[in-house]
């Protein structure tokens, strides 16, 4: 059973001018949302390392720099810079002067009950 990727309203345009950063969430799921030049970027806003929120961290250029150990990752791409990980990177648009980001669906945690349930019933 596949879910339809869900769309946020992180906030208004105006309260994300360039050089700003936020935060959104919803199912589980949340991104760090910055604004670069006037263009917006979202990623996961957990960073790899101690999963500190990215987006209390400090924006250079294109680069978030995590507030607890400041490791760097492109808001472009998400990927984490030096490294070869990457966190996941988020579509955004402005749609009638609102911050939109598009997050995955959520991950539904089943028992395993549920599982095998599924499983007999050809469901997976
Ligand atoms: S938690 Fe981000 S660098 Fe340590």
Redesign the pocket.
């Known amino acids: 059973m596949s879910q339809a990727p869900q769309r946020i309203v992180a906030c208004p345009i105006a309260d994300l001018p360039p050089g700003a950063v936020t935060r959104v969430e919803s199912g589980g799921r949340s991104a760090c949302v910055a604004n670069v030049d006037g263009t917006v970027y979202a990623i996961d806003d957990h ?1 790899l ?4 929120s990215l987006a209390e961290g400090r924006l250079e250029g294109d680069t978030i720099v ?1 507030p ?4 760097r990752y492109s808001l472009v791409d998400g990927s984490l810079c030096g490294g070869s990980a990457s966190l996941a990177s988020y579509p955004t648009e402005v749609i009638d002067g609102e911050v939109v980001v598009v997050l995955p669906p959520a991950v539904q945690v089943r028992g395993i009950r549920d599982m095998l349930l599924a499983h007999a019933r050809g469901e997976d």
């Open positions: 960073c390392h101690k999963q500190a995590c607890s150990h400041w490791w």
